[in-house]
């Protein structure tokens, strides 16, 4: 029984994916014919207990895309975490896990004790790198933020800013190691609040060719090493340390590779993002998501992962830290809409299959992809999903094809009572 309801919620939705495909084209409707097939002997992948993840941004009002300013107050600076919605869409998951972060983070110091510089804004000038000048976080904020996630039952992994100490050469690259100290103290006071942190994750987006700038496989793989002996040290002696992770940016095989093969051991959790519909400007973003056939070359970039975490023989795992599948913002009444629902399901789905372990949804509250609406913080249709997923779907993935048309999906997992009873059949 166990089975049945945990398969039932992924099989749902994409047969009402069919019944809008049909209705769409005519008045009339087309029985289809099809069968299920679940092995449900084996596992095939393995989650996170806490699988669903979502993310809160930097980005301030002025950030817009293609004319549209759709971030509200949604930044980790502003964001009224006095909210109640807020504070309950949080706290129905216990725990959610929230990965802060984004495009900015490597644009944000943190303000020291005792510091009596001014603590700068993020402010629009275009003429910079990412749009904006360098922000700061104060730690009265920090404290807030940690207070409110404490209290709502977040599961928190923290973003670091990569870029401290380093240049932009004249071909873009960013040269240089990265400078922690900064980052240790931020560490070092989190720790001693004890504020609780699952994970430290270094830099957004700087693999492969990177967004703005970009950072060596090599020498990514040393600072992040660097990171890791940091947390070890500042954390000696704690029962639980934060999980290292990085670098949370787009796959791109040979830098992957390297980078995986170079920080060896001191990475516990490799993170990359997916926006894989394309602009939100796109006016065919609909069709891609009704479209199986596009869907399915998402599956690509979760199974090469896989090949390279397989041959390197080490513990590291596979982490989605990032995906809102229309980048710049998405695109309102259809990121933010039921349709979207259709993407979002069948990459959890699809992340599951290839033993991702966490899937972080770009974002909770903020542009045109958020979980909640960013002004009334009402929840979007894809909060219901996320949570459905993550009240009913169990840790073991099995194995499950649907025969008879290609428009229905099905995804299959032992159940989360299942798993508590120990009644699940998955070995």
Not at 51 to 65: G, M, Q, R, S, V
Not at 108 to 122: A, F
Not at 183 to 206: D, M, P, V
């Amino acid at each position: 029984m166990g089975l049945f309801f945990s398969l039932s919620i992924l099989l749902l939705s994409q047969l009402l994916f069919c019944f809008i495909l049909k209705t769409t084209d005519s008045l009339s409707v087309n029985v289809v014919e099809g069968s299920v097939n679940t092995n449900g002997t084996a596992s095939i992948g393995f989650i996170d207990e806490d699988f669903i993840c979502a993310t809160l941004d930097w980005w301030p009002p002025e950030k817009c895309d293609y004319g549209t300013c759709s971030w509200g107050n949604a930044s980790l600076l502003n964001l009224d975490l006095n909210n109640k919605i807020l504070f309950n869409a949080i706290k129905a998951f216990s725990p959610l896990k929230v990965r802060l972060g984004g495009t900015l983070q490597d644009k944000v110091i943190y303000q020291k004790i005792g510091d009596q510089e001014t603590c700068p804004n993020l402010t629009k000038n275009s003429s910079l790198m990412f749009g904006f000048t360098n922000g700061c976080l104060t730690m009265s904020r920090w404290d807030e933020l940690n207070i409110f996630f404490k209290n709502s039952g977040a599961k928190v992994v923290f973003g670091l800013n990569a870029l401290s100490g380093r240049t932009i050469g004249l071909d873009g690259t960013a040269i240089g190691p990265w400078d922690s100290s900064n980052a240790e103290a931020l560490i070092r006071y989190t720790a001693n609040k004890g504020y609780n942190i699952s994970g430290w994750e270094l830099g957004n987006e700087l693999s492969g060719n990177g967004i703005g700038t970009s950072v060596t496989a090599k020498q990514y793989a040393f600072d992040t090493i660097s990171l890791q002996n940091l947390v070890q040290k500042i954390y000696f002696g704690f029962q639980e340390k934060p999980i290292v992770l990085g670098p949370g940016g787009f796959y791109e095989a040979n830098w992957f590779n390297e980078y995986v093969t170079e920080s060896s051991n001191a990475i516990q959790a490799i993170t990359q993002h997916i926006y894989n519909l394309g602009p939100g400007v796109d006016d065919h973003l609909v069709e891609k998501i009704l479209d199986p056939s596009y869907l399915d070359g998402g599956s690509q970039p979760f199974r090469d992962l896989q090949n390279i975490l397989k041959k390197s023989r080490n513990s590291t795992v596979a982490w989605v830290g990032e995906a809102g599948g229309a980048y710049n913002s998405g695109r309102n009444l259809v990121t933010n809409a039921f349709v979207f629902g259709f993407w979002y399901l069948d990459q959890l789905g699809m992340a599951s299959m290839y033993d991702t372990k966490t899937y972080c949804r770009q974002t909770l509250i903020g542009g045109n992809y958020g979980l909640l609406n960013t002004t009334t913080f009402v929840p979007n249709p894809d909060y219901y999903s996320a949570l459905l997923w993550h009240r009913l779907m169990g840790r073991h993935v099995l194995s499950t094809s649907f025969t008879g048309t290609n428009k229905i999906r099905s995804y299959a997992h032992c159940s989360k009572t299942s798993q508590k009873t120990g009644t699940c059949i998955a070995k």
